[in-house]
């Protein structure tokens, strides 16, 4: 049986708003991340992944504007909450983002000020969640700090930032996630700016404090081998759409959309010569404000079917476990 949702995004539409005129960064956004599970979202740059992410937290700044849909917390249970209905800035918002919900940055350094030590802002995130005396507070941030693989955490809690490595930075950041004690963490790329071998030291960590802790977690990556690695289900975005969801296995076996198909060629394979060039994919994500008519992908697929899919916008993705994509292909939506 599938575990409840911890998390509904039902067709969230986000705008930016400039002199040039509206941008529709998020064009109906609809999927669902499990308790305990860990959701890969999946997409090209400028895709809608981060804005996504910012909008769970409310952390969309203006000019952006969340115009439409729902965000809801606990959707089945009895204190299900519409995230989208509240203030950014008040006390219930505050109490969730870090709280309900952890986020794990690409850059630490974006959840660490260089003026603190490591252990004043993790006691702090720890006691703005939490009822607990400043003591119990610094105990519990050396506990943290060795759950994240910190060595020496009695001494490395007097650091600051600057004088840990990239890697120990985001095992930092992945401790102030951690702070409040979510049972939802969003990480936005928490690898992108480490070496190859911290990337996989972080990914192992991750993996395993969402397993030990039941967490449900959004991953959010442009890597297909991230995905493979980490995900249960994952959400395929192109151009602020969910183009396919999918079971991780049934993504990789069997992938519906042309989009997907196109992102997992491009993957490189252990077994490529060295010479063999990547495949990408053929030209580039076009800018929100110039989204062609139809389905979004037709300028660049190779599969099109012709002018059914320059005119009509293919239905959304089907909801539930098993997904399926947004596309006119024979069997691409079931
Ligand atoms: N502050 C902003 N002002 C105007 N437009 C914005 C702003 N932030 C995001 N956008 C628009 O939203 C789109 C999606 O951006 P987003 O950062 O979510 O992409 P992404 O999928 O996270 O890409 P990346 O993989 O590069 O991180 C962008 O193409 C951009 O047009
Ligand atoms: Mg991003």
Known sequence: MA????????DLAVQFR??????????????????????????????????TARSILRLIDRPGRITGGQILLDPAGPQAIDLTALDPDSRQMQQVRGGRIGLIFQEPMTALSVHYTVGNQIIEAIRQHRDLSKADAKAQAIALLGEVGIPHPQRRI?????????GLRQRVGIAMALAGNPDIVIADEPTTALDVTTQAQILGLLQRLQREKGIALMLITHD??????????????????????APVE???AAPRHPYTRALLRAVPSILATPRQRLSTIGGAVPHPGLRPTGCSFHPRCTEMLGERCRREIPASVPLGVSGGASCFLPGASE
């Open 3 to 10: 575990e409840p949702s911890a998390l509904s995004i039902r």
């Open 18 to 51: 400039n002199e040039q005129g509206v941008i529709r960064a998020l064009d109906g956004v609809s999927f669902d991340l499990r308790a305990g599970q860990t959701l890969g979202i999946v997409g090209e740059s400028g895709c809608g992944k981060s804005v």
């Open 158 to 166: 007097d650091a600051y930032p600057f004088e840990l490595s990239g």
């Open 224 to 245: 297909m081998g991230v995905i493979a690695e980490m995900a249960d289900e994952v959400a395929v975005m192109y151009l602020g759409r969910i183009v396919e969801t």
């Open 250 to 252: 049934r993504l990789f």
